[in-house]
Every structure is written in C-alpha cells, then in structure tokens.
C-alpha cells in the first residue's frame, strides 16, 4: 500500500516528516517497505524554455535546439517530434544521472553536433511508464524552476499491509492508527450526505446474499466527465494508479482514501433499469459458463460461486462483483448520467474469484480482506460529494438494499490481561484511551465491556486488545524478564535417537563424507526406480515438473548429486545425507535414513591403487554402525536379496533378522544410473535409522571392568579350500565358533584361486588369535584346537589345503 | 713393561685399523681368546710370586680392561657406521604425496541447527519432532488460519494429491508449527520445545528454495509473558552471533497463531558489502513470534484461562548464512562438492557451551 506525506495529512495533523511517520508506522506495526523521495532524484532538473528548433545538418530525425535553461542559452541536440521552439519543458545538464535511463549524462557529440545537455521525457524522470515525446509544461513555468517544484513531487511511503488490516488499505486508516501512537490529531473530514432530488431510477436484486449480501446505489445525472484536475491526477499518480478520467478517478480515490472501493456504470449503457446481484449462471444445455469482458480487456468464464452484477433483468453479466466492472458499462468522457455502487462482497468468495480466474484488482484485494461493513452509504456520499463538485450533475436518493453483516458484539475485557501477557506496565485510563483512539466502544466496569468497531472484525477477543494497547504504547517498552531457570535438563536433551544422528553426521565427516541435504522431492519417474512414485505421495502443485513426488530413498539425489559433480569436473565425490524418506502420507510413514553415494574415483596416487571402493563403502558403513552404537556383531550379512536398485552380484543388506533390514550396501546398478544420466560405477548405502534397536537402557553409567588377559594371545593360520559358491563369512563364523573360549578373532588375510586350487574352489586363508585365559597352551591344546577348527569348516565343505 | 707397553700400542693401534666387525672379533680373540696374548699374561700370573703379582697384576689387568674397551668401542663404531650407511641406501623422497585422504564435512544447515539446539537445551528446552507430509489441521486449523482465509494463500503451500476416498489433501508443511501442535496435544504443560526439520514452500527464487529448514520454540506455562519472550530471544541471538548483547527491535507483527505477534530486528549495518551487526542505522529482521493465540490453546485442549506462553520461529539456513556469509541460498541444496569444501564444517567441530558455539 501506497501513499504520500500530503495525503495522509488530510487526515491526520503533524509535524512529522516523512522519516518520523515511516519509523512510527513501524513501530505501531505498519512495516513500511520503502520510502521513495522522487525530490532528490529530481534535484539536477529544471524548467528550460526552446528558443529555436533546426533539423540537425546530418539526420532527419534529430533537431538542434537553443534552449534557454538555468545555465544561460544551450546547444541540446534532442529526438523527440515535439521540441519545437516555444516549448516549454524540462532541462539535464552535463553530469546529471538520468534515473529513466539510468545513465549520467556526459558532453559528447551526436552526430558531429555537441549536445549540451538532454531535454527530458516523463519516462526519464521516472514520472510515467513510457512516454512519446519530452514533457510540455505550462508557459507560466519560469525557466529555472526546479522539476520537484513543477511536477509537486513528493515522498511516497510504501508499506506492508498484514492480511488482518483491510482497513489500513486506505490513507484514513493508517491515520487513525498514527493518531493514537501519538503522531498528530486525526482530522479525517466527515462525510456530509448529499440529498436526493429524485428517486433513484434504478432498483437492485439481490439473488446471491452469500456473495453479496449489500449493495447501496444513486444515480447521478446530468454529469461532464472528462480528464481530472491536476490536484487529482497527481494525487493517483504518484501512488502509481493512472488517471482515467473524473468519474472512475474520484472511485479510486476513495478506494485508497477510505479502503471503500465504489464502481460506477454509464447509465446510457445500463439494459433495463434493474440490477441483479447473482452468481454466475452455467447453460443448462451445452454447460457453458458465462462470459465477461471486463475492464481490462480480458474474458472471463464465470461460474457459480463467482458473484456477478448483470442488467437486462438479469441476463446481461456486466461487472465481477468486487472484482472488475465489465467492459459494456464502464464510463468514458461521454458520459452524462451515472450509477454509482458501493456494496460488500464476501471476502472469502471474493478471495476465491481472484484466485480461480488470476484476477487481482485495488478492490478485489479490498473485498478479499473485508471492507468496513458500515461504510456502503458514506461512500455514497463521499462519493457524490466529490462527482458533484468534479463534474457536476444533480444526484438521485439513495438506496441500500440487503443488509450488511452484523456489526461485531462487545466482549468482557479485564485490562489486567495487558499486564499478564505482555509484562507491561499500563494504566487503565491508558489503556481505554489507547483502544478508544482506535475506534473502540469502552464502557469501563467489572470487567469492561469492548466492542470492536466496523472495521476491525479481526478483533475477537481479549488477546488482541492487548495486542492494540502494546503495540501502541510500543514494544520497545516490553520488560526482559528472564525464563525461570531450569538449566541444562541433566541427562540432555536429545532422544537416544536423535543423539544418534548427530553422532552418524560427524562420524560420517570424519571418515571422510560430505553431508549434503537434498529434496524431499524428486520426479516420479525416478522415485519409480527406487520402490516409490506412488500416486499418494505426488504434489498437486509441484514447483517443477521434475520435482514432483516425495522421495522413497535418498540415494537418487545423491546419484544425481554424484553426476552434477561429475559435469563440473569433480567425478570424485563421497557425499551423505541424513534425512527423510516417504512411505507413505500418513504421520508415521515417515522414516529417518543415513545414505551416503561414493564414486570410484579416487586420484591415482604413485604407490598403487589403494582400497577397494566396494569394500571402502563397506568398511565406512560398518564403522558409522558401529560409532552409532549399533549392534554390529549381532548383524547379519545377506547377499542376493536386495532390491532392484542395487548390483545384483555386488550389494548386500544387514539385518537383524529377516524382518528388521538395517542398510543396503553396495555397488548401484548401472540401469538405475544410466536412467539417472549418472556414469558409474557409483557405491553406496542406505541405513534406515529408526530400524536400529534403541540402545539397550542402562540403569548405571558404569561400564564394568574391563577384560585384560595377562596372558600374550598367539595366531595360527589355516588355509581351507572351500566351493566357490561359500561366503567367506560364513567360513569366519563357523571357525570362530569352534571353540567360542578360545578364539578371539578370525580374519580372511588370503583369498586366491587359479593354479594349485582346483577348478570351481577357491583358497581362503584364515588368520585365527587364540586368547589363552588360564595358562600357557601346550602342544596338544593347540592340536586340539586345529581339530576344532578343521571339523567346523569342514561341515561347509572345506578342507585343509594341502 | 716396555713389552706391555708395545702390546698395548700394538693392539690398540690394530683395532683402530679394524675396518670391519669381523677383523674387530678377530683382535679379540688373539689379544683375549683362550690362547691371546693378554689370556697369557694372565695365566702367567699364577706362577708369579706374591710380590711380583702384586706388582704386575693391575698392569696386566688394565691393559685387559683398556683393550677389552678399544674393542668394545671400535665394535660400536662400526656397528653405527654400517646402519648409516644401510640407511643412506633406504632413503625415499619424501616429497612424493601421501595417500590422499577424502575430507569430509557437515553441512552449514546443520551445523547451525545443532548450534540453535545446543543453545536452547541449555535454557531447558527439549528437541521435538513430527512428518514433513501433515493434515491440513495441524498445519492451518489448529493455528487459527480459518479455511479459505487469505493468510493460508501467503504460505505457498505444496498439497499432495487428493485422497481418492476421503478427498482429502495432505500438505507438505510450512512451517514446524504442527510440531507445537503436535507436542501440546499430546503433552501436558509445563512445555519448552523447539522444533526443528524441513519446511516447505512453493516458492522460488534468489532468497526462497521450494525446502528450507526451521527451528521453532514453544514455552506453554503459567505466567509467561512477552517480557519472558522478549528475554529468550534477544539471550539466543546474542549468543547465537557470539556477541556479549545484541541491539534487537521488536515490531508489532500478525501471524494467525500468535496474539500479540511480533517480529524482531537486529540493528546491523551493511553498507560495504559485509554485515555488521550491533552497527549502523539499518534493521535486519531475523524471526518471528508472539504470544500464542487463545484459539491455538483451545484447539489443542489446553484452557487459555489456565496456560499461556509464546512461540517463535525462525529459518535455519537464511541464520546460517547470516552468520557464516554465504552469500546465496540455492547453492545450499546443491550438493557442490567445492561448496561443501568451503562452507561446511570439520566434524570435530560439535557446538558446545564449553567450547564456543564456533
């Protein structure tokens, strides 16, 4: 919302100076945005007078102008058809920056010719949007005179208006409120009514009371229409509105005066002399709905919860009641006898039309946000004062029919509640006058009695009276009362869950990952790909079309992270994510995962190639576990059975059970990337985080004692051959279970097949670390132990490679 | 003695020459083996006569010690100089690289919403969570936004497909506030929560991304008052900045769910290219918050005649890039390896009140 200094001081007597009204507005909670000061812009330009107007020796379209400016006769070579000699207009010398065109003005030649200067457009000065030639002013203007002066520039306060102060849509508005912070007196002018000298012609239906349960309505006739006055259209144009002409003028003017937005129609183009108020009407036959020209130009197809004027008993659509009036009734010059409107429209509906036919006008955004329910016949008034005095004429009665919703009821107020939710300190004679500054009945007693008035029907209750009695007195003056202390609570304040995940994320960077956070949402077609893109978790309204549905996995936007990277040069990445997933669009579908996406290519170092990126991947999930606190040696390994996303013959899942899958690891299968434009190979893991048990409560912070053995632990290795098809882990885990007492670990140091081995089998060397616990181990224990371990391989089919 | 004399010179002057370990043992087992020079003249001890023992045995017995030392030391010597030169011949140029290690790092969201935490757990508030995809009456109803109400339209929001049986439209939240409501359903007050995750918007552009993340804050209690909120608040952004104060402004304000509702401004300075805060004639506005309205206790089962408090919110990234001057918020959800490199944080770097937030 626009306005300037003089305008609100037609309501509101002040000193203040336009910084002193923006920092109150402000303060009262009227968040100004900007404060644009065309006088400073304007401070090179001055009135200048063309004394002569030669065509330029080198091109027909320029003229050579002596210009009598501030600074004494000038050579201005100019392009404007209109300079001519006599003209007065508006003058830039060297040096000035010329805000429309965003340059600063330097002497060059244009065309062989010097020009001296510029002689200046509206669009140059930033005074119009576009303009055909360089501006003509009076011939009283003397030259000399500054542009401010001429034009009566002024600074125009542009201001956020929250969605619950229709009534700060108009200058009266925002004065009221400054008048009670304290800034001046409100001095809004009181609308005298105008009498009728005739019946008002014209009668209104309302057949639609839920769209449009009011309408007041006159006639004037006998009206001269044409272009406003100066006073006016400079009061609308330097808001940004554009002048029309007297009659639609005076309309916006009270639109932005009083927050009461008015249409009138041409009498002469009115069918019939009644108006019906309707939704509009779809053909019962081919299910057509009706159309309307509006006034910008555009048709609109409305439907029935749209509210519509038509004329013609009715048949005739010409107006998108609170909306736009219609192209077939509007005014132009030639008007003489005029309708003039003023009704209230639902805001709910009204919000609703704006937005199912992407209309926005000054008073659909009024209507949307409710208009003073009070104010339908003083905008009449205001209205035809103002038409009376602009283009004369003779007004009929006035008639109103409908009824305006109910005026807000009073509620019990206790000014105690000031004090208990805000800490501030009022007074209760303060307060009252606070609230009745602010149009609000009081009648002090026990408790109070509050009624809001016509125009604040966001006020419902004792919270937001509190809310106008602070924000008056100012939140500056708010005590700062500290919380009462509960310190630090003793065991902290994260589930064991959450603090798992921040204990995931930091060991995850240390092992060398970058975190990333990506979308919740991905395109469906990609979700497809990971066991997701059901129709329940796509967007209505998705911000692009590939970011359509939430993701059922993290790994596609790391993949395609990977890729992005790859494109910039940096193919080597190892990149995680700790973040949701969707399952489903319930409230516990949800899961939390950790998934990290890992390329293969590292630098090539001189020494060799270093790890194995399946088994790196393998290795850094483990220790995230692990770090996690999860139960790693209870973990089973499953090969085979992973889902379709993942190398079939190169990617496993940890599981605590069949049921309870806690990752999927492994390398990606090369469909996945290639639909994903990825190049591989690409490793990874997916961890789903609520899938890890909670770790165990323990009642005592101690950990026990710890288990030194005195005695040193020795190793012996084996080495087994075994059939291709058996997993070394299972060969590790019936050896270690041989003799549970006495081994302590057991680790793959050799896999090799070829020569030596027969085809079909594979070598597996194992190293065993026995852990003697009461004494030395003798010979024969050790051969008893080898006996062990030979028998439980054998039972995979191993035997001891000779 | 003269003999013993020339012995001595003899044999010190042969180990001196020894160049290996082997000629070293070699001298030593003439001059001290069974049969050495200095063996017999120590067996010939026994046949002397007490005085002329007396006499001749220290002699006897220091040339032993000091051969028996010349042999030791030049044992020693040329033990070293043969390490040194088998380890001239390992030498390896150290110039060539170690094994590259991969460098990992948190992401500045994050990393910042752990600082936020770590500052709010130490003024007593608990961490509470809900799902991204809500109902409309978490996210809108409960908060006081009346269906169709315009202030629903200035959330953006991103609906799901409708329900094929009930109709029904899930919404991606906008905000973290169905946490609030969430944690007030289901618990009984004394509440301080902050609530932090994802949020999401229809929105995009150079300060806007369709996901962004949020912490809120909730207290519900008897007696909390704005002084309570104003309190809070300019405490964690002092601290969250890592300033002794800040010079904060709070500004009337209207969300639905809060009555009375503010916003608040850090005072900064920005002329130049860089933030200042604490500096200058310009205003920052950093969060928002108020009281909680009537109607939001009430639609939680709580009697606003019994409970009240406050509640606050504020965007996690757009306080990350406050802070550590990342210029552009898109980059943020990017995944740029380089960018990560530059703005995100070493792991060891855990938030405390110990060790400073940063």
Not at chain 1, 315 to 339: K, N, Q, W
Not at chain 1, 597 to 604: C, N
């Amino acid at each position: 919302m626009k306005f300037t200094l003089s305008w609100l001081k037609d309501h509101l007597d002040t000193d203040a100076d336009v910084a002193t009204v923006a920092e109150a507005m402000t303060r009262a909670g009227l968040e100004v945005e900007e404060v644009h000061d065309p006088i400073a812009a304007l401070a090179p330009f001055t009135a200048a007078r063309i004394v002569s107007a030669e065509r330029h020796p080198q091109a027909d379209r320029l003229q050579v102008c002596q210009v009598e400016t501030v600074d004494g006769m000038k050579e201005i070579v100019c392009g404007a058809p209109n300079a001519r000699a006599g003209l007065t207009t508006i003058y830039a010398p060297i040096g000035a920056f010329v805000p429309g065109l965003g340059v600063t003005l330097v002497e060059k030649p244009v065309r062989g010719v010097v020009s001296h200067g510029m002689l200046c457009s509206a669009a140059e000065l930033e005074l119009a949007d576009e303009s055909d030639g360089i501006l003509e002013l009076a011939d009283d203007v003397r030259v000399g005179e500054p542009a401010a002066g001429v034009f009566g520039a002024e600074p125009v306060i542009d201001f956020e208006v929250t969605p619950n102060r229709p009534d700060w849509l108009g200058v009266a508005g925002i004065a009221r409120d400054l008048a009670a912070a304290g800034l001046g007196t409100l001095k809004t002018p009181e609308i005298v009514p105008v009498p009728g000298t005739f019946d008002n012609p014209v009668t209104v239906r309302l057949d639609a009371p839920q769209l449009c349960p009011a309408f007041a309505g006159r006639v004037i006739r006998g009206v001269t229409n044409g272009p406003s006055p100066e006073w006016l259209k400079r009061r609308l144009t330097a808001i940004g509105l554009r002048s029309i002409n007297r009659l639609v003028d005076v309309t916006n003017l009270i639109s932005y005066d009083r927050a009461r937005p008015l249409h009138v129609y041409d009498m002469a183009k009115l069918v019939g002399s009644e108006i019906v108020v309707r939704g509009g009407q779809v053909a019962r036959d081919t299910g057509e709905p009706e159309h309307l020209i509006a006034l910008d130009g555009k048709t609109y197809a409305v439907g029935p919860h749209h509210c519509v004027i038509s004329d013609a008993a009715g048949e005739r659509p010409i107006g998108l009641g609170g909306v736009m009036g219609g192209e077939s009734t509007g005014c132009d010059d030639a008007t003489t006898d005029v309708f003039l409107e003023s009704a209230w429209f639902d805001p709910l509906a009204t919000a609703q039309t704006g937005r199912d036919l992407s209309i926005a006008s000054d008073a659909q955004y009024r209507f949307a946000r409710g208009v003073d329910t009070a104010s339908l016949v003083p905008g009449v008034e205001l209205a035809t004062r103002l038409i009376l005095d602009l283009c004369g004429g003779e007004a009929s009665a006035t008639t109103l029919s409908g009824q305006a919703p109910a005026a807000p009821l009073p509620f019990a107020f206790d000014p105690a509640r000031v004090a208990a939710l805000t800490g501030l300190e009022v007074g209760e004679d303060r307060i009252a006058e606070i609230l009745t500054d602010l149009g609000f009945g009081v009648a002090r007693g026990s408790p109070w009695s509050v009624t809001p008035p016509t125009w604040r029907r966001d006020v419902e209750g004792p919270a937001d009276l509190v809310e106008e009695v602070a924000r008056i007195v100012g939140y500056d003056s708010l005590p700062s009362t500290p919380l009462p202390d509960l310190g630090a609570p003793p065991r902290g304040v994260l589930s064991p869950r959450q603090a798992r995940i921040r204990t995931a994320r930091r060991a995850m960077a240390a092992l060398g990952w970058f975190e990333a956070v990506t979308w919740s949402f991905l395109k469906q077609d990609t979700a497809r790909l990971f066991g997701g893109g059901d129709d329940r978790l796509l967007l209505e309204n998705p911000i692009a079309a590939d970011l359509d549905c939430m993701r059922p996995s993290v790994l596609p936007n790391l993949i395609q992270a990977a890729a992005r990277n790859a494109a910039r040069g940096h193919a080597d990445v190892a990149l995680f994510e700790i973040g949701p997933i969707y399952l489903g669009d319930g409230p516990t579908d949800q899961r939390t995962v950790l998934a990290g996406v890992m390329s293969d290519r590292a630098a090539r170092h001189w020494s060799g190639k270093g790890e194995d990126a399946l088994f790196a991947v393998k290795g850094d999930l483990t220790a995230v576990l692990d770090r996690m606190g999860a139960p790693v040696a209870s973990l089973q390994l499953a090969q085979g059975q992973n889902r379709d996303w993942w190398h079939p013959g190169r990617s496993a899942r940890l599981q605590l059970g069949p049921k309870t899958i806690v990752a999927e690891f492994g390398q990606l299968h090369p469909r996945v990337l290639k639909a994903l434009d990825a190049d591989g190979p690409l490793y990874g893991f997916e961890i789903v985080l609520d899938a890890l048990p909670e770790p165990r409560g323990q009642k005592s912070k101690s950990r026990g004692s710890a288990d030194l053995p005195v005695l040193m632990p020795l190793t012996r290795d084996f080495a087994f051959v075994v059939d291709d098809g058996v997993a070394a882990g299972d060969l590790v885990r019936a050896v270690a279970g041989a003799d549970k007492a006495l081994i302590a670990e057991v680790r793959v140091f050799d896999v090799y097949r070829g020569a030596g081995v027969p085809d079909g089998k594979a070598s597996i060397a194992l190293e065993v670390v026995l852990q003697p616990r009461e004494a030395t181990l003798s010979d024969a224990d050790i051969e008893a132990l080898t006996g062990k371990v030979t028998a439980a391989a054998a039972r995979l089919g191993a035997t001891l490679r000779g | 003695m003269t003999d013993l004399n020339q012995l001595e010179l003899d044999l010190i002057n042969a180990i001196g020459a020894a160049e290996t370990a082997a000629e070293v043992e070699e001298l030593r087992v003439a001059a001290l083996g069974k049969s050495g020079t200095i063996s017999g003249l120590l067996k010939g001890m026994g046949a002397m006569s007490p005085e002329e023992r007396r006499e001749k045995g220290p002699v006897i017995n220091g040339l032993r010690d000091r051969v028996q030392s010349a042999l030791g030391a030049r044992k020693a010597e040329l033990e070293a100089a043969e390490l040194e030169s088998r380890l001239q011949a390992e030498r390896v140029d150290l110039s060539l690289p170690a094994r590259p290690r991969r460098k990992g790092g948190v992401h500045p969201t994050m990393q910042v919403m752990e600082e936020m935490i770590s500052l709010f757990a130490d003024m007593g508030f608990a961490v509470a969570e809900g799902p991204d995809v809500e109902d409309d009456f978490h996210n809108f109803t409960a908060l006081n936004f009346p269906p169709k109400h315009p202030a629903r339209e200035m959330h953006d929001t991103f609906f799901l497909k409708p329900d094929p049986q009930t109709g029904e439209r899930k919404v991606l939240r906008t905000h973290t506030s169905p946490v609030q409501v969430r944690t007030m359903m289901s618990q009984t007050p004394p509440i301080r929560i902050v609530a932090p995750g994802r949020t999401f918007r229809k929105d995009s552009d150079a300060t806007h991304t369709p996901m962004f993340h949020q912490v809120e804050g909730l207290v519900i209690d008897k007696g909390v008052h704005m002084g309570h909120l104003k309190w809070t608040l300019e405490t964690f952004v002092a601290r969250f900045f890592e300033l002794d104060g800040i010079q904060a402004r709070f500004r009337p304000h209207h969300f639905p769910f809060t009555e009375p509702s503010a916003e608040m401004d850090i005072r900064c300075d920005r002329s130049g290219g860089t933030l200042k805060l604490n500096e200058g004639d310009d205003w920052m506005e950093i969060l928002g918050c108020g009281m909680v309205h009537p109607n939001v206790l009430r639609a939680c089962g709580l009697d606003p005649e019994e409970w009240q408090g406050f509640a606050f919110g504020m965007g996690v990234d757009r306080l990350a890039m406050l802070k550590y001057g990342i210029p552009d918020l898109r980059p943020m959800f990017d995944a740029d390896v380089r960018w990560l490199a530059h703005y995100g944080f070493s792991p060891f770097a855990a938030p405390s009140s110990a060790g400073g937030l940063s």
